[in-house]
C-alpha cells in the first residue's frame, strides 16, 4: 500500500483526498463527456459531485439500488434489480466485477482549463479486518486541444470471515485532443483482482443464532467456513483508440463538420486462475470422490483460461446541424474482431478404467473472428424532442445472423415552473451464446453445449420531473432461450420465454432542514425458479441537513437497505458465476447505518455506524447471499478533496 502510494504523493499537490469528482464550484473551468464504443461520439457527462450519499457509494451496496455480494468490499456481486444487469461479455468470469471494472464508454474523459488533482481514502475495520481503498485522478490539458491523465483504485479488504480477503489495483491512463478537424481519444486500463474465496460459512448459525454452536468464538475470523486458502486471480488489459478525423467548412470565421471519417482500435487481454492448496476440503466441497468426473486428479486445483480481442471498426458520418435539412447525425460502421480463447484440455482414456487427465493450460485454444456492419442516427441538439436509433448485424464468423436494434426519443415539456421530461425506449436483441457458456473444461467443470441465439425484447418508459424531485421508470422484457446456472453449478438454456416486468420510483422529500431519499423497485419473474428475484428492492435515507458557521454542510441520518426474502442465487467459486439454488431465502432483513456525511469547501469526509440492525433485531440474519454475510457492526470512515491549481 505504501509502495502504490510514495509515488503517487511525488507528483500529486497537496492537499490531495478525493475521489475523481468535481466540486459544484469548480465545475465551469472543467468539460466531462463519455463515448460510444464504436465510434467515439461524445456524449456530455456530469461529474457525481453530490455530498448526499457520498458515504453510501463508497460502500458495496450503494453500487446499485440493491446487489447481493459476498460481504467483503471487492468481493463478485450481482444486481437484485434484473434490469440493472448487463448481457454477460465474451470473458463471463470478470462480469461479477462490472462496479469496479473500467470501461472506455463509462470512463469520464475531461477537459481542465487548470491542473485537476484529486485523491479519496476510506477504512474500516482492525488491524486483522482492515478495509483500505485509495483512489486518484490526476489531470492536465497542455493547451486548450490536449489533456492527459491518470487514473489509479487501489483496493485491499482483508475481509471479516476466514479467506476473505480482496486485492484490486486498476490504472487508467488516458488522454484527449480535440481540434476543429481532428478528435482522438486514448483510454489504456491495465487491471487486477484477487479474491480469497471460502465457499461461504459452514453453518449459518454463526451469525443467526450464536448460542446453537458448541464454540462461541470472540472473533468473526474463527467462524467456520467451508473451506479456505483457494483463490481467484482474475488480469486484465483494455487498450482503446479513437481517431475522427472532421470535414466541413468555415462559416463566420467558424468551422462547421460536415462528415467524419472514423477508426476505433479496441484490443482486450483477460485471464483467470483458480487455485486452492485446500486440497481436501476443496474437493470435498465439490465431491470429488469418485471416479464419476471425467477431469479426476489427485493434484491441487489449479484451472487457468484466457481471451483475447482484436477488434478494428471503420466509420463515416454525417454531422447534426451543418445545414437546415441536417437535423440528425447519422453513422454507418463495419467491424471485425478477431478473439482467441483458451483454457484447459482433456486427454482422452484410451483404457476405460480410468477417467480422463486433465492436462496443463492452454491445450485448448479456439479462433473465432466476427464481422458487423452497423449505424446509428441520432438527434442530441434538440431543446423540444431528441432521439436516437441503433442496429447491427453480424454478417459472418462466430456471430453471424446476430441483431442487435434499439432506439429511444425524449421530449421536453414545461411543468411547474420548469421542465419534466418523457422518455421512451425498445430494444430488440438476438445474441450468440458466449464462447465460454458453450465450452468450458476445468477440475470440476466441463461442459460443450450448443445453446441457440438468445432473443430478448425490451420496452420502456421513464418520466423525470426535477422540480419535484421524482423519477418513474416502467419496464418490460421478453426473454427466449435465457441461458443461466443450475443448482449444480453448470449452463442451462430455458427455451420457452419468461417475462420480467419491474416499476422503479426515485422520490425524495424536503421540510425545513428534514430530507428523506427513497428508491423502490418493484418487479416480478415470469419464472421465478428460473430468474428468481425479490419482489421489492428499497433503499431509504432519512438525514438532517444544516450548516456550522456558514462554511461547513453536514448531513447527519440513518439509511437502510432492504429487499423481500426470495431464494438468491448462490455463488460457485470454482467459476465465478452466481448459481440457482432452492433451499436458502435470503432477505427480509434490513441492512441500517447511521451515518455523518459533511463538506467543507473542496473536502468531502463521513463516519459510518455500518450494519445497525443486529443490536435490536433479533435474530440477526445480515445475509447478502446464501452462506455470506456482510460485514459485522463497526465504524468506516472516509476522506475526499479536489484540488485544482
Known amino acids: 500500500m505504501r509502495l502504490l502510494i510514495l509515488p503517487l504523493l511525488l507528483c500529486l499537490p497537496l492537499p490531495f483526498f478525493g475521489q475523481g469528482k468535481l466540486p459544484i464550484d469548480t465545475a465551469p473551468r472543467t468539460n466531462y463527456w463519455t463515448i460510444t464504443p464504436q465510434t467515439g461520439e461524445m456524449i456530455p457527462a456530469t461529474p457525481d459531485t453530490a455530498l448526499t450519499d457520498y458515504f453510501n457509494r463508497t460502500n458495496a451496496e450503494g453500487m446499485g439500488v440493491s446487489v447481493a455480494y459476498l460481504g467483503n468490499l471487492g468481493s463478485p456481486m450481482e444486481s437484485r434489480v434484473f434490469f440493472e444487469r448487463e448481457d454477460r461479455s465474451e470473458f463471463l468470469f470478470f462480469d461479477p466485477f462490472w462496479a469496479y471494472a473500467k470501461r472506455p464508454d463509462k470512463f469520464l474523459f475531461i477537459n481542465t482549463k487548470v491542473p485537476y488533482t484529486n485523491v479519496s481514502y476510506q477504512t474500516a475495520g482492525s488491524r ?19 489533456n492527459v491523465g491518470i487514473h489509479v483504485n487501489y483496493l485491499y479488504a482483508r475481509g471479516f470471515y476466514n479467506s476473505q480477503s480482496a486485492k484490486h489495483t486498476d490504472w487508467v491512463f488516458f488522454g484527449n485532443y480535440l481540434s476543429d478537424r481532428h478528435r482522438l481519444h486514448l483510454f489504456i486500463n491495465p487491471a487486477s483482482y484477487t479474491n480469497a474465496e471460502n465457499g ?120 447534426e446541424g451543418f445545414s437546415r435539412w441536417a437535423k440528425f447525425d447519422l453513422t454507418a460502421f463495419i467491424t471485425h474482431e478477431l478473439r482467441t480463447f483458451t483454457m484447459m484440455g482433456v486427454i482422452p482414456n484410451t483404457v476405460g478404467t480410468e477417467p480422463d487427465t486433465a492436462v496443463v493450460f492452454p491445450a485448448y485454444k479456439k479462433n473465432p473472428n466476427s464481422l458487423y456492419i452497423g449505424g446509428e442516427l441520432s438527434k442530441q441538439t434538440g431543446k423540444i424532442l431528441r432521439y436516437s436509433a441503433y442496429g447491427t448485424l453480424g454478417l459472418s464468423g462466430y456471430n453471424a445472423g446476430d441483431v442487435h436494434l434499439s432506439g429511444n426519443i425524449e421530449t421536453r415539456i414545461p411543468f411547474l415552473k420548469n421542465t419534466a421530461s418523457v422518455k421512451a425506449y425498445v430494444f430488440f ?97 415470469g419464472k421465478q425458479d428460473i430468474i428468481p428475484l425479490p419482489d421489492a428492492c428499497v433503499y431509504s435515507s432519512l438525514y438532517l441537513q444544516f450548516k456550522i458557521a456558514k462554511v461547513l454542510t453536514v448531513q447527519m441520518g440513518v439509511n437502510a437497505h432492504y ?66 454475510p456482510v460485514n459485522p457492526t463497526g465504524i468506516r470512515m472516509g476522506l475526499s478533496v479536489d484540488w485544482m491549481n
Open 429 to 525: 436483441k438476438s445474441l450468440s451464446p458466449t464462447f465460454y457458456e458453450n465450452n468450458y473444461i476445468s477440475r470440476y467443470f466441463k461442459w460443450n453445449n450448443d445453446f441457440a441465439k438468445v432473443n430478448r425484447t425490451h420496452t420502456g418508459g421513464e418520466l423525470d420531473i426535477p422540480h419535484t424531485q421524482t423519477k418513474l421508470c416502467v419496464d418490460v422484457e421478453n426473454i427466449k432461450n435465457y441461458i443461466y446456472f443450475d443448482k449444480d453449478g453448470y449452463p442451462k438454456q430455458y427455451v420457452d420465454n419468461i417475462q420480467v416486468f419491474a416499476a422503479a420510483l426515485q422520490q425524495n422529500f424536503r421540510l425545513g432542514a428534514l430530507n428523506w431519499n427513497n428508491r423502490i423497485v418493484y418487479q416480478k419473474s
Open 200 to 319: 461461504g460459512l459452514d453453518n449459518d448459525n454463526w451469525i443467526s443464532h450464536p448460542e446453537q454452536m458448541d464454540s462461541r468464538p470472540t472473533q468473526t475470523m474463527e467462524y467456520g467456513t467451508r473451506f479456505g486458502n483457494a483463490w481467484n486471480y482474475n488480469k486484465g488489459l483494455r487498450a482503446f483508440l479513437n481517431y475522427r478525423y472532421n470535414l466541413g467548412f468555415e462559416r463566420d470565421s467558424a468551422f462547421v463538420p460536415v462528415s467524419s471519417l472514423i477508426y476505433t482500435f479496441d484490443y482486450t487481454k483477460k485471464s483467470r486462475r483458480f487455485y486452492a492448496s485446500d486440497t481436501a476440503n476443496v474437493n470435498a466441497f465439490y465431491n470429488y470422490a469418485d471416479y464419476l468426473h471425467p477431469l479426476r486428479n489427485d493434484k491441487t486445483p489449479n484451472d487457468s483460461m484466457s481471451f483475447h480481442s482484436f477488434k478494428n471498426t471503420f466509420a463515416l458520418s454525417l454531422r
Open 128 to 146: 486483522q479486518t482492515k478495509e483500505e481503498r485509495f483512489r486518484a485522478l490526476l489531470t492536465l490539458n497542455a493547451g486548450k486541444k490536449l
Open 563 to 628: 429487499w423481500t426474502a426470495y431464494k438468491s442465487p448462490a455463488y460457485e467459486p470454482a467459476t465465478g458465476q452466481f448459481k440457482l439454488q432452492d433451499e436458502t431465502e435470503v432477505g427480509n432483513y434490513p441492512l441500517i447505518n447511521g451515518y455523518i456525511n459533511a463538506h467543507l469547501k473542496q473536502t468531502r469526509f463521513f463516519i459510518e455506524y455500518y450494519n445497525l440492525a443486529p443490536m435490536f433485531i433479533s435474530p440477526p440474519n445480515y445475509f447478502s447471499t446464501p452462506h455470506y
